[in-house]
Structures are given as structure tokens and as C-alpha cells.
């Protein structure tokens, strides 16, 4: 069974830039979250999809980010314009369920680098 | 957002030893508790979870769970340099996953 699967694995992009990153769950996982890990700090929740639906995007740190998950399989996360300040390494995960006890499966990250 | 504080290390212990890792959380709410190791580039992959007071054993793998003292701690006995690797610590109350910082465990052949 293949894992949560991120592309690209790095990018390196311009102040001003647009990025877009994107998530391919585990088949099957109506769940989607993105988290992201800023240097040095924990890793942080941004958004939760659940198929198409946004759950919950409380953690999405300004308007310069917008994640789609269109037709409930892979999702996007763009950022435009990127800021220094998006640099970080920025999480996938995906759940068969929503529940307390339900494991999350996280992809391998991909860390982007604003200039 | 409630905090989860894990020391960042590096914790240092010799093969064949146990380690043990630490995390307290501040939001009573949280009711189940997960321990993810990470190497270096890689995904973070589960090794348990824990959601009752008391200890719960899987293989090498004891996590133990105190609510009064807000206190959860995962630990690894005999220790192999394969373990060498972040522990992440993350609480949940919902469906989402409030993170440590992470404690990087070094174990030295």
C-alpha cells in the first residue's frame, strides 16, 4: 500500500513567488490535514479536510495560503505570495477516520525555502 | 494554542540501555496521546498511543500516561542505534495533533 505522498521534496522559490505543494493521501483516507514546521519550532496544524470539505482551517496563518482538495483525493496547498517567513517544512497526513484514537499517516514533508 | 513540552535533547544513552522521554501537556482536554519517531528527511511514522492512566507495552515500547500530573513518557529498553532518531510527542482532543518540539535520542554503540 502506497504511503502519503508529497511533491516536491524541495523548493526554493522568491519572495513574492507563488508555490504550490501537493498531497496525495493514502487511497482510501477521507481525512487530509497539513501541518507545517517552521525551524526550530514544533510542528503545527494548519487545516483538515474531510473528502472535499475544509473541517477546519483554524490554523492557516493568513489569506496567503489556500488549500483545495478537489473531488476528495489529493489537495493542494498554495502559497502566493510566498514571505520569508512561510520557510519551513510543510506536512501531509491522511486518516482512515477523524476519531481520538485514529493514527495519522504522515508524507515525507516538503520543505520549502523562501529568498 | 495549548503547548507540548518535550526536552529537545540530544539524549544520549549507551546500546542496550533504556531511554526514556519525556512530555508534559498543558490542555486537561486532551484525552489521547501519540508518540512519533522521525529520522533525519523522513516521514513521521507511529510507534504507539496511549489515551488511559497508567503504562501500555508494545514490544521494546512502554508509554505511560499520568492525567493528574499531565505527564506522558514513552520508554525504550535496550536501546539499539537504530532508535537513534526525533521522538515526537503530540496530544489530541479532537481529531488534530498539537505537537512537541521533538527530543532527538542518540544511542551510542
Known amino acids: 500500500e502506497a504511503g502519503v505522498t508529497q511533491f516536491p521534496s524541495h523548493s526554493v522559490i522568491e519572495k513574492g513567488q507563488t508555490v504550490t505543494l501537493r498531497c496525495d493521501p493514502i487511497s482510501g483516507h477521507d481525512n487530509l490535514y497539513w501541518y507545517r514546521r517552521v525551524m526550530g519550532k514544533e510542528i503545527k496544524f494548519l487545516l483538515h479536510?474531510?473528502?472535499?470539505?475544509?473541517?477546519?482551517e483554524s490554523g492557516m496563518p493568513n489569506n496567503r495560503f489556500l488549500a483545495e482538495r478537489t473531488g476528495g483525493t489529493y489537495s493542494t496547498l498554495k502559497v502566493q505570495p510566498a514571505e520569508l517567513e512561510d520557510s519551513g517544512v510543510y506536512f501531509c497526513a491522511s486518516s482512515s477516520s477523524g476519531g481520538l484514537l485514529t493514527e495519522a499517516f504522515f508524507g515525507q514533508g516538503t520543505r520549502l525555502t523562501v529568498v | 494554542q495549548k503547548e507540548v513540552e518535550q526536552n529537545s535533547g540530544p539524549l544520549s544513552v549507551p546500546e542496550g540501555a533504556i531511554a526514556s522521554l519525556n512530555c508534559t501537556y498543558s490542555?486537561?482536554?486532551?484525552?489521547?496521546f501519540f508518540w512519533y519517531r522521525q529520522y533525519s528527511g523522513k516521514s513521521p511514522e507511529l510507534i504507539m498511543f496511549i489515551y488511559s492512566n497508567g503504562d501500555k507495552e508494545d514490544g521494546r515500547f512502554t508509554a505511560q500516561l499520568n492525567k493528574a500530573s499531565q505527564y506522558v513518557s514513552l520508554l525504550i529498553r535496550d536501546s539499539q542505534p537504530s532508535d537513534s532518531a526525533t521522538y515526537l510527542c503530540a496530544a489530541s482532543g479532537t481529531y488534530k495533533y498539537i505537537f512537541g518540539t521533538g527530543t532527538r535520542l542518540k544511542v551510542l554503540a
Open positions: 490542555d486537561r482536554g486532551s484525552q489521547s
Open positions: 479536510f474531510v473528502k472535499e470539505s475544509k473541517q477546519d
